[in-house]
């Protein structure tokens, strides 16, 4: 079964909607009320919704199926993956990884956070594994991510 692949920008608004703790079945209903106000006001203040859900309207099924079963990113910038380690993992710069020269350094994930963050960042990027720890409850990965 291929992946299915949601275009930059739209697979970081879902992540912001995901990160919430919205279930597959919540989540897929706060979009299909196609209601713009209703996200900034339940996810991201912030965010501009409305071209997110155009998009989700235009690709009902490809949004439903990166809901249910994962998604990747047929393109992703670094600042997508700077954005991607945010969202979805917590992660800021300085704090918990380095950015120099076009590269993440001493990222540190648990082995699920690696292997979800390589289902969805394209082969073009290479991660190098530069350490292990393991701690009180599960092994912790230290990572760069260069382009490849």
């Known amino acids: 079964m291929q992946k299915t692949k949601l275009p930059q920008p739209y697979g970081l608004r879902l992540e912001m909607i995901l990160a919430k703790g919205f279930s597959?079945?919540?989540?897929?209903?706060?979009?299909?009320?196609?209601d713009a106000a209703e996200l900034r006001e339940k996810v991201n203040p912030e965010t501009a919704w409305e071209s997110f859900l155009e998009y989700a309207n235009a690709h009902e099924e490809a949004i439903e199926a990166a809901v249910r079963n994962g998604y990747e990113f047929p393109f992703l910038t670094i600042g997508g993956i700077r954005s991607l380690l945010?969202?979805?993992?917590?992660?800021?710069?300085?704090?918990?990884?380095?950015?120099?020269?076009?590269r993440i350094e001493r990222l540190?994930?648990?082995?699920?956070?690696?292997?979800?963050?390589?289902?969805?960042?394209?082969?073009?990027?290479?991660?190098?594994?530069?350490?292990?720890?393991?701690?009180?409850?599960?092994?912790t990965v230290e990572i760069s991510i260069m382009l490849a």
Do not use: C, M, Q
């Not at 969202?87 to 950015?99: A, C, Q």
């Open 86 to 102: 945010s969202i979805k993992f917590g992660k800021s710069e300085e704090r918990d990884y380095r950015f120099r020269d076009g």
């Open 108 to 139: 540190r994930l648990t082995r699920p956070e690696l292997e979800s963050l390589r289902k969805r960042v394209p082969d073009y990027w290479r991660f190098a594994e530069t350490g292990t720890e393991v701690g009180r409850s599960e092994e």
């Open 24 to 34: 597959a079945d919540e989540a897929l209903k706060l979009i299909r009320r196609n």
